[in-house]
């Protein structure tokens, strides 16, 4: 019966092999060698090699595991022929060790292209030097990793993508790091303590931070089209805020033209809101058109202020999402709600945002004020969500009289009013 | 079809079509938005081709008429942009039902019209299809010739061919494979099951019979030693290790193909490595062992009677061959009554997980044993 058929797989041509043995855990792929003569060695010049605790067997004894991990992985990669071009590892089991280090440099004389390294929870891998020397690398991922730039590198030339988490590297190093990444496209930096990040990078695209940030800036990000900052704040940063006086919101956004997303978790209001005159930016920001804001304090003016300046520069506005974290108690206090009618310029008219959702409202004065200027400003307006905040109980009602009584300018406009029975 | 529909709803807007040829020398007719989904297409009507019956776009030698029509298919529901994910997602999923010889054509023939996402679709159906399979299943699904050595197939670098011990073990399993043919073959005959039987009650009447004590428990002890020192003199190491493959296979048939352990290969394996440096891992015959579990699902592991004609210490092995044939007379004028017991027990015993170690041979010992009583 075996004769009878004709073996179809094999005659494929070997990049569309290569495909079918990346797609199988690597374990399956080298299994393939037994199949047939001709089989025998085709995983071996895989180029995307891809190890995680997939490859492990389960067995109850860490010790073992890690050791089979090791053996399988150093086997592999002595067994294997050819350039690899992705080398990912990704392995709760293992922790820093001598082999990985080997590993590393076996890679780096392969012309790898893309490298993941994300180790156990233990002591952190300090990446080897012949990291560095990945001349052709373009996507570098790493998780809890000791990264010391040696003097001499003159960076990654021709990175466009670069993730590091939990990565202790000195703060000098990083932005020497970014800038010297010439093609550098996305840059993802998260769990940082305490640092004070000026991005250099002319190519950059995304930009994704988060962690404790003394301080942001960007400083030559033209082509940057979509932010995520989440900031945590310390009693340290916080005292550094205070103390700070240069205008945030122009550092952070003040060359970003060509933005078309921006996402602020925690406290990246109030970061903006530092050192903010109440002075339209001179920027505008004509693509953006997706802005989610979490976190916006509406007891403080300055951070209202933020939201405004931000939207009203935004005349291609077409969804923004607010989640609010007001004390009401705190704002009983008389909040400055003049500035609503009188400061305020009227001629802004957001012609293109048709969805808002606000979350978390808590009904303090400045949030009311802003959601009427919401609606009275958005001729194109199709929906508004209100959540009420899990805190509100008795407000509510309030509320609702409250939106129920603001003009709207668009006529398609609904309000909705989620409303979660306790 | 479409077309008259289209033309009489909306009579301006005339449908562009594109002709094209494939291996057979057939043409066929397609909407042009449709066939420009695939790039090969899409550049060769850029250049001009396929505008007219007489110049139509000549397909690669891997597309064939009904290859196309499915690519055609593929390509009709994807290249509407008003679907969502799920939809694309769910027509996906249905479109690579089918069997893998065509789905090993339809990966070659959107290969050659370069249109990814179908061949990215079908490799990781084909990925799917080998994912957590044995290698005797793979191979029946793709009809893959089974034509590695044992050898070869146990260790992946390659091995020096003088070494006579792989040698030995490749002839090991070449007999064995034979004999299982053979086995296969005369399934049907009484004789030849007796046979079967009759080696297995050789082997497992040599542990019972007490007669024989001093050379089974030297047998059993030797194994046993095999086991634990890892290292042992060359000298002795000649003598022990035939014998125990001896013993090995010879108890070992009573063992048939359901037995999926690698455990006796782990014990001719850890025999062999106890004479140096010649196996990748001397010291450590678990090692080999795990690389063999990396790299290969559990292998058939019985083994022949040890006719050996290989030169390897020739009269050695005519010794043990001697031995064996001596037990074997011994043990079957001694007890033929229980032949009929045993034979009877034989059908159970093959369904037993043994292994090849003195405990494993114990255990028969007292199963058999509590049979008896």
């Known amino acids: 019966m075996e004769e009878l058929g004709r073996d179809f797989l094999s005659d494929l041509p070997q990049s569309i092999i290569e495909t079918i043995l990346t797609k199988l855990p690597i374990r399956d792929a080298v299994r393939t060698s037994i199949l047939s003569s001709r089989w025998r060695y085709k995983w071996a010049s895989m180029t995307h090699l891809v190890f995680d605790d997939r490859s492990a067997t389960q067995f109850n004894d860490r010790m073992v595991v890690e050791d089979r991990i090791v053996n399988f992985i150093t086997r592999f990669l002595f067994l294997h022929d050819g350039p690899i071009h992705k080398f990912s590892l990704s392995s709760s089991y293992l922790q820093s060790s001598p082999d990985i280090d080997q590993w590393l440099l076996f890679i780096s004389r392969k012309d790898v292209k893309e490298l993941v390294l994300e180790l156990g929870e233990g002591e952190w891998f300090r990446a080897p030097s012949c990291v560095f020397s990945c001349k052709n690398l373009m996507r570098l991922e790493l998780v809890r990793c000791e990264l010391d730039p ?27 790091l970014i800038s010297s990444c010439p093609l550098l496209e996305s840059l993802t930096l998260s769990y940082f303590d305490s640092l004070e990040l000026t991005v250099r990078a002319p190519n950059l695209k995304y930009l994704i931070l988060e962690g404790e940030f003394k301080d942001l800036c960007l400083a030559n990000t033209p082509l940057l089209v979509a932010i995520s900052v989440a900031m945590y704040m310390t009693d340290d940063i916080a005292e550094h805020f205070e103390q700070s006086s240069s205008c945030n919101f122009d550092k952070f956004l003040g060359g970003v033209p060509k933005l078309e997303r921006l996402i602020g978790h925690i406290y990246f209001t109030k970061y903006l809101s530092i050192g903010n005159g109440q002075r339209r930016s001179p920027i505008t920001y004509h693509h953006l058109k997706f802005i989610e804001l979490y976190q916006v304090s509406f007891d403080d003016i300055k951070e209202v202020l933020v939201v405004l300046q931000l939207i009203m520069n935004s005349p291609n506005l077409k969804a923004l999402q607010i989640s609010g974290s007001s004390n009401t108690t705190a704002a009983t206090r008389a909040p400055d709600l003049q500035f609503w009618d009188e400061k305020l310029s009227t001629d802004c008219t957001l012609g293109q945002l048709k969805t808002v959702k606000l979350t978390d409202v808590s009904g303090v004065p400045h949030e009311m004020k802003f959601i009427k200027f919401l609606l009275e400003h958005s001729p194109s307006l199709e929906e508004m969500s209100v959540t009420p905040s899990l805190y509100v109980t008795e407000g509510r009602l309030n509320m609702l009289i409250d939106l129920v009584s603001f003009k709207r300018a668009s006529s398609q406009a609904s309000i909705v009013f989620i409303h979660e029975p306790a | 079809m479409i077309e008259a529909d289209s033309e009489i709803i909306k009579p301006e807007i005339l449908k562009a079509y594109v002709w094209l040829q494939t291996s057979d020398g057939s043409i066929q007719q397609v909407e042009q938005e449709v066939a420009m989904f695939c790039p090969f297409i899409c550049r060769e009507i850029q250049s001009g081709m396929g505008s007219s019956k007489n110049y139509p776009i000549s397909l690669p030698s891997r597309v064939n008429p009904p290859m196309l029509s499915l690519i055609l298919d593929y390509c009709r529901f994807h290249q509407v942009p008003g679907r969502s994910n799920k939809e694309r997602k769910s027509f996906d999923e249905k479109f690579v039902r089918m069997d893998t010889k065509r789905l090993c054509e339809l990966t070659s023939a959107a290969d050659s019209l370069q249109l990814k996402p179908l061949v990215d679709l079908t490799s990781r159906a084909l990925a799917r299809v080998i994912e957590g399979k044995s290698p005797e299943e793979i191979r029946e699904i793709f009809h893959l010739p089974d034509d590695l050595t044992e050898e070869e197939k146990l260790e992946p670098i390659k091995n020096t061919m003088d070494d006579p011990r792989i040698r030995l073990l490749n002839r090991l399993y070449a007999r064995k494979r034979k004999e299982l043919k053979e086995r296969e073959r005369l399934k049907n005959i009484e004789v030849e099951e007796d046979r079967g039987d009759e080696r297995s009650v050789d082997d497992l009447l040599s542990f019972i019979n007490g007669s024989n004590e001093d050379s089974k428990t030297n047998r059993v002890s030797k194994s046993k030693k095999k086991n634990r020192k890892r290292k042992d003199h060359h000298k002795a190491a000649p003598s022990n290790c035939t014998s125990t ?71 050695l092995k005519e010794k043990i061959d001697r031995e064996v044939e001596d037990f074997a007379r011994r043990l079957n004028s001694d007890w033929p009554e229980r032949m009929q017991q045993i034979l009877s027990l034989g059908q159970e015993r093959r369904t037993l997980q043994l292994t090849t170690n003195g405990n494993g041979s114990l255990r028969i010992f007292t199963s058999l044993d509590q049979r008896r009583k």
């Open chain 1, 150 to 176: 040696p003097p001499n590198f003159k960076g990654f030339l021709c990175l466009k993508y670069l993730n590091l988490q939990q990565v202790l590297i000195p703060p000098d190093d990083i932005e020497c």
């Open chain 2, 245 to 315: 493959s001896n013993s090995t296979t010879a108890s070992s048939d009573a063992v048939y193909t359901n037995n999926k352990e690698s455990n006796e290969l782990d014990s001719v394996r850890s025999s062999l490595t106890c004479h140096g440096n010649l196996l990748p891992n001397p010291c450590n015959g678990t090692k080999l062992h795990d690389i063999e579990d990396n790299t290969i699902p559990p292998a058939e592991d019985e083994f022949d009677d040890c006719d050996l004609d290989d030169d390897i210490d020739p009269a």
